[in-house]
């Protein structure tokens, strides 16, 4: 499973930004993957930011993020998107997109471990 993903930037508090991950690879076709953002900011450990299960029917948010990120994914279930509105400089980060096979179209994970297949990452900056 490869996962790339884009969409960056630098940008001011208040703006929006829209983050792209795309999965590739025959282990993706062929296993249900539910699909994850995390990020890192400098200094700090890593965090769930927010997940998706394989159907997209089922989305979990961070406290921190929720009202403001939205995460979903298209049709063939090979991209995920994280929307980001509202950003604050506490925003900032590395922004990583996972991969987890999961026997069930529903199911969604919250913690890293269990995610087997990461992303690059893609940094973000919020300016205040």
């Known amino acids: 499973v490869q996962l790339q993903a884009s969409g960056g930037g630098l940008v001011q508090a208040g703006a929006s930004l829209r983050l792209s991950c795309a999965a590739s690879g025959r282990t993706f076709s062929r296993l249900a993957m539910a699909m994850g953002w995390f990020r890192q900011a400098p200094g700090k450990e890593r965090e769930f930011v927010a997940a998706?299960?394989?159907?997209?029917?089922?989305?979990y948010y961070a406290d921190s993020v929720k009202g403001r990120f939205t995460i979903s994914r298209d049709n063939a279930g090979n991209t995920v998107y994280l929307q980001m509105n509202t950003l604050k400089p506490e925003d900032t980060a590395i922004y990583y997109c996972a991969a987890a096979a999961t026997g069930n179209s529903g199911t969604y994970y919250s913690t890293s471990y269990e995610y087997a297949y990461w992303g690059q990452g893609t940094l973000v900056t919020v300016s205040s």
């Open positions: 998706i299960s394989r159907s997209g029917g089922t989305q």
